[in-house]
């Protein structure tokens, strides 16, 4: 592909929310740069997580991206070795910048496919080793049709970010999502505790650590502050002694959030 058509396709776009660098300097414009240490961050936190539950690489597995939007998620696990990723998005709009970026890359097309879709929809009928659950499992009213559809790939492995509710009880919470676009059939939204979380996955056979947060630099991470967002590895057959697990506090978070407060004045 030419630079200068690179450039047009690339500018035709009205925003970016992930910045991938091509060659000759080319990249997307991405207007928040919060995002960049955002996007960082969250690659320390879990991606490299899941790499070190695979020994370093996913070459020979198939990787399943759920609300996989621009591709960012994907291009990391081809990066990582994976043979092939499906992406799955329910905005045209993502598909399509993924499939630009993927196409710009060089990525050999017989390593991936991305489809505009509702997940509860799509007929996968495919088998897949790892599912990337990132950003979805807090925009859905159906956690357990969501777990059922990803047991139904059979995969040894899910990542998977989400908000979570601070209760210490396994409880799903009400919530209303800020943006309606973003949400997955119903407007209103169940949030999982950590404990509803764990219980979920152990029901479909999952064994699941929660990760504990690694961050050097919270820009553009206040989501995760004070344990309302997590991200948690689940396996079924694959070995997570090389994952660290999160140790909780005793103390409510209210309590830990108090006294870090108080220690950074």
């Known amino acids: 592909m030419q630079a200068s058509d690179l450039e047009t396709r690339i500018a035709a776009f009205p925003a970016w929310s992930y910045r991938f660098e091509f060659e000759g300097g080319i990249a997307t414009p991405l207007l928040d740069r919060a ?3 955002r996007h960082e961050q969250r690659r320390r936190y879990f991606f490299e997580a899941l790499l070190r539950a695979t ?4 070459c020979g597995r198939r990787v399943l991206d759920l609300g996989c939007s621009a591709g960012f998620w994907s291009l990391a696990a081809v990066q990582a070795g994976a043979d092939f990723v499906l992406g799955i998005d329910a905005g045209q709009t993502a598909v399509d910048q993924a499939e630009l970026v993927f196409e710009a890359k060089g990525i050999e097309r017989s390593r ?6 509702n ?12 599912v ?10 159906k956690p357990v049709e969501l777990f059922e559809l990803m047991s139904a790939v059979a ?13 210490r009880m396994s409880v799903f919470e009400l919530d209303k999502l800020y943006n309606r676009d973003n949400v997955v059939d ?23 650590k929660a990760l504990p947060q690694d961050m050097t630099d919270y820009t553009g991470m206040r989501d995760y502050l004070h344990q309302r967002r997590l991200a948690f590895i689940c396996s079924k057959g694959a070995s997570l002694d090389a994952v660290a697990g999160e140790q909780r506090a005793k103390a409510p978070w209210w309590v830990t959030a ?8």
Do not use: K, W
């Open 112 to 117: 991936y496919r991305f489809e505009r879709g």
């Open 186 to 208: 119903y407007e209103t939204v169940l949030i999982p505790s950590r404990l509803a979380l764990s219980q979920l996955a152990s029901q479909f056979g999952f064994e699941t």
């Open 55 to 58: 020994g370093g690489s996913l």
């Open 119 to 130: 997940v509860f929809e799509h007929d996968l009928g495919e088998r897949f080793d790892v």
């Open 155 to 167: 995969p040894e492995l899910l990542v998977i970010d989400t908000e979570i509710s601070r209760s």
């Open 132 to 141: 990337l659950c990132l950003g979805l499992l807090d925009h859905v009213a």
């Open 258 to 265: 108090a006294a870090a407060r108080r220690r950074a004045r």
């Open 35 to 37: 995002m960049l240490n």
